[in-house]
Each structure stands twice: as C-alpha cells, then as structure tokens.
C-alpha cells in the first residue's frame, strides 16, 4: 500500500502512521513527530521480543497502538495491549514494554 502525503502551503501534512517508520529486525526505532513546551509526540516501531525496561517518566503519556500487540507493565501489573487500543501511563509510577508482536506505538506526553 502506497504512503498518502498531502502538504498544504501552511505546513500541515496528512500522512500514514503506519508508514512513518519502518521496522528493524532486532531493535526498536523512535521517530519524534512533534516537541514543543506542551509535550512530545513519538512514534516506535519495536522488534518481536524487544521492549523498554522499567522506567519512570515526571509526566502522564498516553500510548496508542498502531500496529501488533506488547504487554505493559506499570506498577508490577500485567496489560496486554493491541492495534486501536490505549493505556494511559500515570506520571512518577513505574512501567516497561515489550512486544509480543511486532509491535508500533506513538506516546504522547503533555508536559503539565
């Protein structure tokens, strides 16, 4: 399937998540796709088996599936997650990823 991207004369663009970032055997790809005092936004295409270990973040994120399915863990409890669904990733509590799958996620983080 053939990536859409459209950009007007004000810089918006429409463009394919999924497209964005490609997958790399055996390790996990991070583009950030916008950053201001707000917050970020980041889109990651992980690797079956690859994952993030257990880390803290000062801010709330919201991770959005993509693509696959990953187990996250916050707080020592289990969620298996998949294409089109949600977790909510409180600030200060700690977390890990790992894809059971390959796996594409884009984390949102507001800085407030």
């Known amino acids: 399937m ?26 996990i790809v991070s583009r950030v796709l916008l950053k201001n005092n707000g917050g970020t936004v980041t889109l990651f295409a992980f690797d079956m088996g690859e994952g993030l270990s257990e880390h803290t973040a000062p801010f709330e994120a919201l991770v959005f599936v993509i693509d696959g399915e990953a187990e996250v863990e916050i707080a020592g409890r289990a969620y298996s997650i998949r294409t089109g669904e949600t977790i909510t990733l409180p600030a ?10 390959r796996f594409k ?5 507001i800085r407030a």
């Open 92 to 101: 200060t509590i700690p977390h890990a990823v790992k894809a059971t799958t």
């Open 105 to 109: 996620m884009l984390l949102t983080m």
């Open 2 to 27: 053939q990536a859409k991207e459209q950009t007007d004369t004000m810089g918006a663009k429409v463009e394919s998540l999924g497209e964005l970032l490609k997958y790399q055997d055996g390790s």
